[in-house]
């Protein structure tokens, strides 16, 4: 029987853990997520009808909210425990809709109860506590749903009439592509300039030595580009070696450097980028976890407080068990006098107020690392020092500049050093900004002791040349930084924008830095010509103001809509009589430059404008059905074209045929660089006959035997993407043809660990353990003790999800298992696969879940019977030990969607949905 009470959260790892708070008088059921949306098609908002919306609810949902009404009738009291955020309360109003519309809160008290941490206390307390359902909140929501549906039906049809191959436009994520294009134009047009310093090395008459630097000369001091050319560099030199130098000046001050507050969302996420290497989305997925609670010694416990949140703040309790625990630790001189206290910038913060924290700060990372995975425990040690730290003494250092004279005092350089005196909240916790123009401080470099009028010994005078640097390109990072600078967004939305610029093809992640595709940069030079207001930083930064106001009760939604709706919807009028022909020019003018770069050797830029075919058209932008293109003006007589971006960021013209490298020196044959349809690839030895094109990794030997009189195929190999087809050298190349390599023998196994290049790219393998590599890391030069870690993340990922059977099928007694296959983690039974949804994680499925994925699969496997199906319909296929795959690492790709206004392309609305793994369950 239910109980008396029912508690509705979001997800069923939560309610798992709050089950076991309260008693047996409350039944704990999830909603997995929101329930209700708006239907991907047109007129789900209608602004005629003063913007009245059309929700709908979810196939997967329909079952839960039977679940949960099932658990309501009958109860005396309900209560909302969903997320302390904006999100959380738009869920619970959903909720409170759905249920009334079934006639099933006429005789319940409905509550709603928020808490910033699952721990059996908070829990407790919010229950004792409750609340109604905040109405300017679920308004802030409605107005945010609405402008991005409005946004996305609107503007998204528009680009695929004028820019056929352009995706959807979205509000906040049109604005993030313009910034990662915009950085990159500005890279593009960047012009290094030389410029140089000079070192000098000196030596005190105790015989102790240090380096200086030039810092003035003739009474002016030098900023970066005086010396901007070598022959100023060695005039400076000359007069250095010319003079003798002494002790004008010693300055000496006593710098304090307070600790960071503790994270926020994005902090979090800045941070996790810097020092583990997590994109957003994976942060989030991890922070997931660690909230909604882990089974820690037979006891489920939420480890961090909520993790969407623009607070800085802590509760009176943490402050006070975090100075215990310092003073305990480190002693009471790392405990200041007061507490610290932060208050948050962002204005009228609608997340959970408090900063994301550990729910015991006594429970240290070592304490639980034997029952967190890998990312876990490092997010949540990342997670406990910023904590502790941020409640600790100031660090104190001592810095101490010294002038070095000539005798005329024309010619001063400068010695510097600093020596950490205590160190601090820097004994727990450091950071460094990833785009520092600098270096690092040293912050224990000493000077040798020196007094004004002492004379010292100089050694050797050094000049090195330098070149100015173009700005960073943005990493994950630096992008949420730059957005939350702007006032762009927010924070729970971070991460959902970023994988959707991704996912559209609109940018990519070179070496965890941002970098535009070309169609990215077509939309983006589309918007800022059309629809220049709605890209730009400021009008975007106003409009979250306005949505905070409503949310803080200061205006009404409504009339945000109406504001907005009316000169949008003019301006879209306004391009309804724009030609192809005048986008075409419009942006051929503006990307000129960069698909059309003036050539290094000095000639007029026109000349990057002639058909390299028929040498007389000028190349320009073209539109067809599948997209922009390079194409001759002279069509059709002359029918050259090249796509405007391929794989390795190299443009086809620039490998127009094979590349020579060079000969193997054991074999004599030749080495080249060609391109497939697959992209680039290295090849020894001449082709078979007539060019060929290669598969997309190295080749395996076909089944049967070869003819006797057929020549030996050349051996090949992709090349890895974080290599330039134009730039790779003969070294690298027969580097990646010499793979598999081994790496070393395992420290525990004792048998080999090899890497190579396979069918899904690099990859480790270790026995019949393989691991996909990482981006970041390098097939070439990956070493042991790295190739161990990776190893072992595979092998516990596996051991924990394949194979565990979730129980027998109720119809044929057979059981259902769950294991993982080349498109990511699945349910099966007997022959029937059915994909685990992205985000779901596999250990949480239920033999329930698992029957209902596999009715879905069934049921679309038989409507589909007697037809073609299409590759991404295969079940999900068991890991194999070929080399060529490590299918695991895989992740399944979705066949691309007609283009009509409810194709999934359509929804850009769903950009500002927070990154939520409730949303997938």
């Known amino acids: 029987m239910p109980g008396s009470n029912v508690v509705i959260v979001e997800s069923p790892a939560k309610a798992k853990t709050i089950n076991k708070y309260l008693g047996s008088d409350y039944t704990v059921v999830a909603s997995f997520g929101h329930v209700r949306d708006l239907p991907a098609r047109d007129g789900s908002v209608r602004p005629e009808e003063d913007f009245a919306m059309e929700w709908e609810l979810g196939e997967r949902s329909r079952r839960h909210i039977d679940e949960i009404a099932k658990a309501v009738r009958g109860a005396k009291r309900v209560y909302l425990a969903t997320d302390p955020d904006r999100e959380g309360e738009a869920i619970a109003w959903h909720l409170t809709e759905v ?67 352009s995706r959807s436009a979205g509000r906040v994520q049109s604005v993030a592509l313009r910034l990662v294009c915009e950085r990159e134009a500005e890279i593009e047009v960047f012009r290094p300039q030389e410029y140089w310093s000079i070192e000098a090395l000196f030596a005190t008459a105790a015989g102790a030595t240090f380096t200086a630097h030039l810092s003035q000369l003739d009474g002016k001091r030098l900023d970066r580009m005086a010396l901007a050319t070598k022959d100023a560099a060695e005039a400076a030199v000359a007069r250095i070696l010319a003079n003798d130098f002494a002790v004008a000046a010693v300055e000496r001050r006593q710098v304090r450097r307070n600790p960071y507050p503790p994270f926020t969302t994005s902090t979090l996420q800045q941070e996790a980028s ?14 997931q976890r660690l909230y909604e609670g882990v089974d820690i010694g037979g006891e489920t416990v939420g480890l961090i407080t909520y993790m969407r949140t623009d607070g800085v703040s802590l509760s009176q ?50 304490s639980v690392a034997a029952y967190l995975e890998s990312d876990e425990l490092r997010l949540y040690e990342l997670v406990w020092k910023r904590t502790v ?39 727990v916790y450091q950071e460094q900004d990833e785009d520092a123009s600098g270096p690092a401080d040293d912050q224990d470099r000493r000077l040798p002791s020196m007094a004004e009028g002492d004379a010292v010994d100089r050694r050797s005078v050094t000049p090195s040349q330098h070149f100015t640097q173009p700005p ?26 970023l994988q959707v610029l991704q996912d559209r093809n609109y940018v990519r992640l070179e070496k965890r830095r941002f970098q535009p595709e070309d169609r990215g940069r077509l939309v983006t030079a589309f918007l800022k010509n059309f629809f220049n207001r709605y890209v730009e930083y400021n ?62 050797d000095g000639q007029d830029a026109a000349a990057a404008r002639v058909c390299p075919k028929c040498h007389q058209g000028r190349l320009g932008l073209k539109l067809g059905k599948m997209g922009a293109f390079i194409g001759c003006s002279n069509y059709p007589e002359c029918r050259y074209t090249r796509p405007l971006a391929v794989a390795n960021d190299d443009a086809p013209d620039a490998l127009d045929g094979p590349r020579d490298l060079g000969d193997d020196p054991e074999t004599g044959l030749p080495v080249s660089v060609r391109r497939g349809p697959y992209g680039a690839y290295i090849q020894l030895g001449p082709p078979r006959g007539s060019e060929e094109a290669p598969p997309a990794a190295a080749e395996k030997p076909k089944k049967g035997k070869k003819a006797k009189d057929e020549a030996p195929k050349p ?93 027998d099928h109720p119809k044929t007694g057979k059981p259902v298992t ?85 194709a999934d392309d359509g929804q850009a609305p769903a950009e500002e949905k927070p990154s939520r793994t409730r949303k997938r369950a």
């Open 99 to 165: 249920l009334r519309d079934k006639n099933l809160l006429d005789k319940v008290d409905v509550q709603r109860i928020t808490f910033n941490e699952i721990t059996k206390s908070a829990v407790q307390a919010a229950i004792e506590h409750p609340r109604a359902v905040s109405r300017e909140l679920v308004d802030a929501y409605l107005a945010r749903r609405a402008l991005d549906y409005l946004v996305g039906f609107t503007l998204s049809p528009v680009l695929w009439r004028k820019l056929p191959g």
């Open 539 to 600: 009008f975007t930064a106003d409009l979250e103001n306005q949505l905070d106001d409503i949310s803080g009760g200061a205006i009404d939604w409504k009339t945000v809509l109406r504001d907005f709706w009316r000169a949008f919807i003019q301006a879209v009028e306004e391009t309804k009589d724009l030609t192809i022909t005048q986008v075409l020019t419009t942006l051929d003018d503006e990307l000129g430059p960069h698909f059309f770069p003036a050539p290094a």
């Open 317 to 366: 309790e943490a402050i006070e068990a975090s100075r215990g625990l310092i003073g305990s630790l480190w002693g009471d001189k790392y405990v200041p006098d007061t507490p610290r206290i932060y208050k948050t910038a962002a204005k009228n913060a609608q997340e959970a107020h408090e900063a994301i924290r550990p729910t015991d700060l006594y429970r240290k990372p070592e």
């Open 715 to 807: 051996k090949r190999v992709s090349l890895p993407k974080n290599l330039s087809a134009t730039e790779i050298d003969l070294d690298t190349a027969l580097r990646l043809l010499a793979l598999p390599r081994t790496v070393g023998s395992h420290p525990e196994t004792g048998q080999e660990i090899q890497a190579g290049i396979g069918r899904f790219g690099p990859y480790l393998k270790h026995g019949t353990v393989y691991k996909s590599l990482p981006p970041d890391d390098d097939v070439l030069t990956i070493g042991l003790n790295r190739a161990v870690v990776l190893l072992g993340e595979a092998a516990k990922k596996a051991a924990a999800t394949p194979g565990r059977t979730l129980g």
């Open 389 to 427: 730290a941020s409640q600790m003494e100031s660090a104190v250092l001592d810095q101490v500049a010294v002038d070095l004279a000539s005798p005329k005092k024309d010619v001063v350089l400068r010695a510097t050093g600093s020596m950490v005196v205590f160190d601090g909240f820097m004994r």
């Open 472 to 497: 960073p390109r943005y990493t994950e990072a630096s992008l949420v930084k730059k957005l939350e600078e702007l006032g762009i967004g927010r924070p729970s939305t971070y991460a959902s924008i």
């Open 818 to 902: 769950v294991g993982a296959g080349r498109f990511g983690p699945y349910v099966k039974h007997g022959s029937l696969y059915a994909s685990i949804p992205k985000g779901t994680e596999p250990d949480s499925v239920t033999l329930e879940q698992a029957l209902e994925l596999l009715e879905a699969k069934a049921a679309k496997d038989a409507a589909k019977k007697g037809k073609a199906a299409p590759a991404t319909d295969e079940a999900p296929k068991a890991e194999t030990s070929k080399a060529e795959a490590p299918k695991a690492e895989k992740k399944e790709k979705k066949a691309p969607a007609k283009r009509k206004a409810k």
């Open 274 to 287: 810097r020092k583990l290497g997590f994109g957003a989305t994976r942060t989030m997925r991890v922070a």
